[in-house]
């Protein structure tokens, strides 16, 4: 996960400075345990004078970022008076004078700091700020997206024998099993979401399909939603998208699997082992 992150920052570095046009960008996470930020992504530098840079919460530009929780940026780094200075010696080096410093938070807590920057003195306009802002915004939402897929793989690998089971427990084992389902199409990392739809695998019964049933991915999406207890508003929601789509991939699979309601549609999954 920490590796897939890092990939987040680096891509976000290169979104970043097409959006603002800044000619360098750099970034990192904050390390694990620790609540120093290691400098660790690059992207457009000319000199590797921030690579491997250890950033203290509450020193410099981005570790008031850290501490604040909220972007900060100078207009000369090197002269500001809003910012401590024990990092000049790396930034000068860089040659950068505007900066832009915006963490990324998830869940309350800071995982990472974007940085922007120029090598001229000069204001940072709202534009330039806001598109760094909406930068980490996504960076935010794609951590989001890697933990809960995290989470919902601890669980489906560790879900307990149907045979065992409570019926509490098992209904857990079916709300994962529609999460991961509807988590999966939003993972843009082919290995993770290919992960996740083996562990879509686990979580059903270990009986094989029939093969006279052969429902498309969406449909098992939509029957796993409804399996969950999910309306199709909900179901629609969940999965990114109109209702009226869902309709559609119910009354296919009702089709396919010669049933006439939802609730028998999710019995006759079951039994073909589509569905946990």
Not at 18 to 33: K, S, Y
Not at 81 to 103: K, T
Not at 191 to 202: G, I
Request: proline share 5%; hydrophobic share 50%.
């Amino acid at each position: 996960m920490r590796a897939g992150d890092a990939v987040e920052i680096r891509g976000a570095l290169a979104r970043l400075r097409r959006a603002t046009g800044l000619p360098v960008a750099f970034g990192g996470l904050v390390e694990p345990g620790r609540r120093q930020v290691r400098i660790s992504e690059l992207s457009g530098t000319a000199t590797p004078a921030l690579s491997a840079l250890a950033v203290t919460p509450g020193n410099g530009l981005g570790g008031k970022a850290v501490a604040l929780a909220r972007p900060c940026a100078v207009t000369d780094y090197s002269v500001s008076r809003q910012i401590s200075h024990e990092y000049d010696v790396p930034v000068a080096a860089e040659g950068l004078r505007a900066v832009v410093a915006v963490p990324v938070v998830v869940r309350r807590r800071v995982r990472a700091v974007l940085y922007g920057a120029l090598r001229a003195a000069q204001p940072l306009g709202d534009r330039t700020l806001g598109e760094a802002v909406q930068t980490a915004r996504d960076v935010e939402q794609a951590l989001v997206v890697r933990e809960e897929a995290a989470e919902l793989l601890t669980a489906a690998h560790s879900r307990p024998e149907p045979e065992r089971a409570s019926g509490a427990a098992w209904e857990q084992v079916r709300e994962a099993h529609a999460a991961l389902r509807a988590l999966a199409p939003r993972i843009a990392d082919p290995a993770l979401r290919a992960e996740l739809l083996e562990a879509c695998a686990l979580l059903t019964s270990d009986t094989v399909p029939a093969a006279a049933v052969r429902l498309a991915p969406r449909e098992v999406d939509v029957l796993a939603c409804v399996a969950a207890g999910a309306t199709n508003a909900v179901a629609a929601e969940r999965l990114g998208v109109t209702a009226e789509t869902v309709k559609a991939y119910l009354r296919s699979a009702m089709r396919k699997l010669g049933v006439r309601t939802r609730g028998q549609a999710v019995v006759a999954a079951r039994r073909a082992g589509w569905l946990p």
